[in-house]
């Protein structure tokens, strides 16, 4: 096939494979309605997101898709923010469903777990390609509420931590559905397009209000001070590959969010300057946090809320100078995040199975995975802390965007001194299914950005460049030497509760118990009813959102 045989060919397909991305995972979680079918559960984790890998490579930019035959028309396009958190998150969902399949081979009721993954997956999905407000706000929805199945799988602190999840998860809800009220009604026609709502909103007499509301709104999804109390227990509690999805692949939808409904090109400084206040405190505050922490996963939340405070920050400083760069740059730093902490997760859960001798052969790919994060040179970590490095500029934001890498990198060797105690000796090692995963995860976060990067902004090589190679590592090394000297010092630091502030405030309120207790009969329930508990879910979450937005 020639090249413009191929053009033409995606032009008229790429389309029809946003409806596939969508539909496949669909199709698979009504399957498991079927006793006979559900015992292939496992299988669709793996298969489901292999549309949506499809769909951003075939399906960038080229044009919309209308579907009018729901309640209300979702139309559907991927733009290059899109297709790029697309493409990242769902071979994410691809890796961690390998693991996940692999984990549950031997359970027997694992219909539940699959189902609810599955709703979740297309929430995940949708948000990326969602075009009018009405699905974008079903799709946000199923990335949040289905989620609560994934949580409560497990252990028995779920019930707590699945509580505490959902409450936050409903608040964030609630801001979205008034700031997307308020979007449409300031477009002449009450137009549910996003464009003609972000197009509108400079002039809009609710600008303020309505930005307020996004940021509240995706601010719970991305763990924005000091809306992140649900992210460490949540995360903890969560199976392996489930904390994997939804530290790397969820929280990009509230990413996506505040990249689609800002108006960029307009300068909002009061609104700009809260949210790099909040973002640069988040930055420092997850890491100062996560150091006190004893849990590997627990330590991954506070960096997650670290980092997303480096991506607010970014927004919020492209938000001051109406900068639209800030976006696209936010985007590939979010994109990097989400496979690198997807990977440490997958990580965690094979270390924790490895004997001394596996962990020792290990470590060295999971540190390099880690130090990703602070900007390591030659990888993924070093394009991304390139990307936001023109909208932070080189004065104070700059100046604390590289203390972040020494804090980051601090907090990583933590981390990584944390998994190496979990090793013991005569402890059975995992296998290839479970290992390959991590591994795709550490090439992925190392060539998916740099792609992008390259491709996109036609840049040369620039990680090689001697200048920026040592900006890139002096960071890290100073991080390194505060670690060894301080490694006494930190093993004494008290640990603080999990959700540090939301923990302590909750206690008064019986927030946790009242949660718990609402986990119990929910999981009953869902074990009871695994699919039609989530079927409804989605039509709950459709009709409602649908019947308040419509003009």
């Not at 990335?143 to 608040?171: C, E, F, K, N, T």
């Not at 962990?359 to 990888?379: D, I, K, N, Q």
């Not at 090589?461 to 890139?472: G, N, T």
Request: contains cysteine; charged residues 10%.
């Amino acid at each position: 096939m020639n090249d413009a045989a191929l053009a033409l060919s995606t032009f008229a397909y790429g389309p029809q494979t946003l409806a596939a991305a969508l539909g496949a995972p669909l199709v698979l979680m009504l399957a498991c309605a079927s006793a006979r079918l559900r015992r292939f559960g496992p299988a669709y984790l793996v298969v489901a997101p292999l549309f949506a890998l499809a769909a951003c490579v075939l399906a960038s930019d080229s044009g919309p898709l209308v579907l009018d035959q729901m309640i209300y028309p979702i139309v559907l396009v991927l733009d290059p923010p899109g297709a790029l958190l697309l493409g990242v998150t769902s071979l994410l969902w691809l890796a961690a469903g390998i693991f996940a399949a692999s984990s549950m081979r031997d359970e027997t009721e694992s219909g539940a777990f699959v189902a609810f993954w599955l709703a979740t997956l297309v929430g995940n999905i949708g948000v990326f390609m969602a075009a009018d407000v009405a699905s974008f706000y079903l799709f946000f929805a199923l990335v949040s509420l289905p989620a609560y199945g994934l949580i409560v799988a497990q252990a028995r602190m779920a019930d707590s931590a699945g509580g505490l999840y959902v409450s936050v998860a409903l608040l964030g809800e609630a801001f979205l559905i008034l700031a997307f009220a308020l979007l449409a009604s300031a477009t002449p026609d009450h137009s549910l397009l996003i464009s003609d709502g972000v197009d509108a909103l400079p002039a809009s007499p609710w600008r303020d209000a309505t930005i307020g509301l996004l940021i509240a709104g995706f601010g719970t999804k991305i763990g924005l001070l000091p809306l992140h109390v649900w992210m460490p227990s949540t995360y903890r509690a969560a199976p392996v590959a489930a904390a994997a999805v939804l530290s790397g692949g969820a929280v990009n939808a509230g990413v996506i969010g505040l990249v689609r409904f800002f108006p960029w090109g307009h300068a909002v400084p009061v609104w700009g300057e809260a949210l790099v206040v909040l973002g640069m405190s988040a930055a420092f505050y997850g890491v100062a946090i996560g150091l006190t922490q004893r849990n590997p996963k627990t330590m991954l939340a506070y960096s997650s809320i670290s980092q997303m405070g480096l991506v607010a920050a970014t927004l919020g400083a492209g938000l001051v100078a109406g900068n639209k760069g800030a976006a696209a740059g936010a985007a590939l730093y979010a994109a990097h995040h989400g496979l690198a902490k997807g990977g440490l997760f997958l990580a965690v859960g094979v270390l924790s199975g490895c004997g001394t001798l596996r962990m020792r052969r290990l470590t060295p790919f999971v540190g390099l995975l880690a130090l990703s994060l602070a900007g390591l040179p030659f990888s993924g970590g070093v394009i991304a802390k390139l990307a936001i490095k023109q909208p932070l500029g080189d004065g104070l934001l700059g100046a604390l965007s590289t203390l972040s890498a020494i804090a980051t990198t601090l907090l990583m060797l933590h981390f990584l001194r944390r998994v190496a105690a979990l090793a013991e000796p005569r402890v059975s090692n995992p296998g290839w299914a479970l290992i390959t995963p991590m591994f795709a995860m550490i090439a992925a976060s190392i060539m998916a950005p740099t792609a992008y990067y390259f491709a996109i902004e036609n840049h040369r090589l620039v990680s090689l460049d001697a200048a920026l190679f040592w900006e890139s590592l002096w960071p890290i090394l100073v991080g390194a030497l505060i670690a060894a000297a301080a490694r006494r010092w930190l093993e004494r630091l008290p640990a603080l509760p999990e959700g540090d502030v939301g923990a302590f405030a909750a206690r008064p309120f019986g927030l946790f118990a009242r949660g718990g207790a609402a986990a119990d009969r929910g999981e009953i329930i869902l074990r009871r009813w695994p699919v039609a508990a989530g079927a409804l879910m989605v039509v709950a979450i459709m009709i409602s959102g649908m019947g308040v937005l419509k003009p």
